[in-house]
């Protein structure tokens, strides 16, 4: 159902860009040079914890299998623009989930509990903006990879958890667990809608392009298989804007 | 013409309940059994500014609830159709022009201890405070005298006693559910001890041992307390606060009992789960592609850095 419904919206939007000539007077020679993207983005993320046991443990007892908004900003720094563009970027997220705690008689506690992910990625992303630069397409595809270190905190009402160990020590509720990412996202092009705008928002503030666009990416979070690690892994489709700069 | 301000000294009331402007104050039944402490001594003043004139004579007449005083003359006093006034004072020479005058609680309202406050038949009563000045011409005319009035309402009424639907414990934290009243300006409080809680008794008069919460605006309350102890069982109770600061009655108690809690962390090492915390973890062998991902970009690093530096 979905498909037909966002082709529909997406061919609307694109009937909804200005006359031709008028983009097209939107010279690129006449911008500002372009090195830099700045995204912010915003999604939900479920980490895959309760896979551990096959799909219902304690992140679906106490959380009830949420899924979190998770916000993120990230910047990127073009090292190559030619045939697309190429770059590597660093950036930042935040989710939070809470529950209720587990009283011993199995029921719901007043107390809260809560989960605290900050994922941290570096990425070598890719864009493929050449059919927006030569044909006036107002559609770019962007391409990424890379690593990620998440550092998560599951707390309690009295701070950080501390659980047993099984042999009469405690372990930590904090810590930050790596693996690897990729994803593809799609970007229209904001400027098409508003070119005059465009040029005034390069001419006083420096961004060349602005883009909406959403992503899918897949996050493989587990330590690379250590067998100490949890899985925090998850497929995620978000949505942001993006400032090339 | 004078205007008049209503000055409570001495008692630490609800603010909300002193309408300075117009003179009026409701007083409600913590007011009441905070005033009633010093129910003999002068301890409501009232005081009268006028706008001109030091001349001319003036008393004070305190109109009891569903009397009907003369307003016009501070003489007449002890009519025969003046059942229910009581004449406070004067006729006195108007020597400034602010004038205070101080009465006795027990005077206004006619019983003077603090449980007098609990057991009102009428739980709404108005005794008026009619300050009188004469005219300072001293003339016969229809404005010969001018009068304000202060309003004291000692209002008793208690909001309808809420029901608690459940009672929950963690660790240290005690939740009551219950049914809201059809009235968002009510607050909700609880009151819970260790001990049998009787509901019988007014919320004023329940014993020290019954410790109680803050306002709350709806349910649930929660209830926190540094003294909770695992395995300890709490009675409680809410009641209801309406806007002029008077509790409903105690509801049914209920009991609650602390039991330990595990939150996610703890339910997920307990279920069995790996992971130990901390912010280094070492790769196995199996996943040596991702280590070798690694080392290549560290390595890339470094040659890009060497680059730089031979040029």
């Known amino acids: 159902m979905r498909g037909p419904v966002v082709m529909t919206a997406l061919a609307a939007l694109l009937l909804s860009v200005p006359a031709h000539a008028e983009w097209d007077d939107f010279d690129e020679a006449l911008q500002s040079d372009i090195t830099s993207v700045l995204e912010l983005r915003i999604g939900r993320y479920e980490p895959a914890i309760d896979e551990e046991f096959g799909g219902d443990g304690a992140y679906n007892a106490i959380f009830d299998g949420g899924n979190p908004l998770h916000v993120e900003a990230g910047y990127e720094r073009q090292l190559y623009r030619g045939f697309g563009s190429a770059a590597l970027g660093i950036a930042g997220g935040w989710a939070r989930i809470s529950g209720s705690a587990i009283a011993a008689d199995g029921t719901a506690a007043p107390e809260d509990t809560r989960l605290i992910l900050a994922p941290i990625r570096l990425s070598a992303v890719y864009r493929f903006d050449y059919l927006q630069r030569r044909f006036r397409v107002p559609l770019v595809l962007a391409f990424e990879g890379g690593f990620t270190y998440v550092l998560w905190s599951a707390k309690s009402e009295n701070g950080v958890s501390d659980a047993s160990d099984g042999a009469g020590g405690t372990v930590t509720g904090r810590g930050g667990t790596h693996g690897l990412h990729y994803g593809a996202g799609l970007h229209l092009l904001l400027d098409v809608f508003a070119p005059n705008m465009a040029r005034g928002f390069d001419r006083n503030v420096g961004v060349n392009n602005s883009y909406l666009f959403a992503q899918v990416r897949r996050s493989n979070l587990n330590d690379f298989g250590d067998e100490t690690s949890w899985d925090l892994s998850d497929t995620e489709l978000m949505f942001g804007l993006a400032f090339e700069f | 013409m004078s205007s008049a301000n209503l000055r409570i000294t001495d008692f630490n009331l609800d603010s909300g309940n002193v309408d300075r402007a117009n003179g009026n104050w409701t007083v409600n039944i913590d007011d009441c059994r905070e005033i009633m402490r010093y129910a003999d001594d002068e301890t409501m003043t009232f005081e009268w500014v006028l706008d ?8 004070i007449k305190l109109q009891q609830p569903d009397a009907d005083c003369d307003e016009s003359d501070p003489e007449r006093v002890g009519d025969s159709d003046e059942t229910g006034c009581d004449f406070v004072t004067g006729p ?39 300050f009188i000045f004469s005219n300072p011409n001293n003339d016969d005319t229809s404005n010969a005298y001018v009068w304000y009035q202060s309003r004291v309402t000692l209002n008793t009424s208690r909001p309808e006693t809420p029901e608690i639907n459940s009672a929950t414990a963690g660790s240290s934290v005690i939740r009551i559910s219950f049914d ?16 049998p809680i009787d509901s019988a008794i007014d919320p004023e008069l329940q014993p020290s041992n019954v410790s109680m919460t803050d306002n709350w605006s709806g349910s649930p309350i929660e209830i926190e307390n540094s003294d909770f102890a695992v395995g300890e069982t709490y009675y409680v109770s809410v009641v209801a606060i309406n806007t002029t600061g008077n509790s409903s009655e105690l509801s049914t108690p209920v009991t609650a009992t602390l039991q330990a809690t595990s939150d996610f962390f703890e339910t997920y090492r307990a279920q069995g789960g790996v992971e130990e915390g901390g912010y280094c973890a070492a790769a196995p062998a199996r996943s040596a592609a991702g280590s070798a991902m690694l080392l290549m970009g560290a390595l890339a690093m470094t040659r890009r850095r060497a680059r730089r530096g031979e040029r």
């Open chain 2, 92 to 130: 006195n020479s108007i020597s400034s022009t602010t004038i205070d005058y101080a009465l006795r609680p027990s005077r206004v309202f006619g019983f003077s201890t603090a449980d007098g406050c609990l057991t009102r038949t009428s739980t709404i009563e108005n005794f008026d405070l009619q």
């Open chain 2, 52 to 59: 001109s004139g030091t001349e001319g004579t003036w008393g």
């Open chain 2, 180 to 195: 809201e009243l059809d009235d968002d300006a009510i607050d909700y409080r609880a009151y819970y001890s260790t001990t």
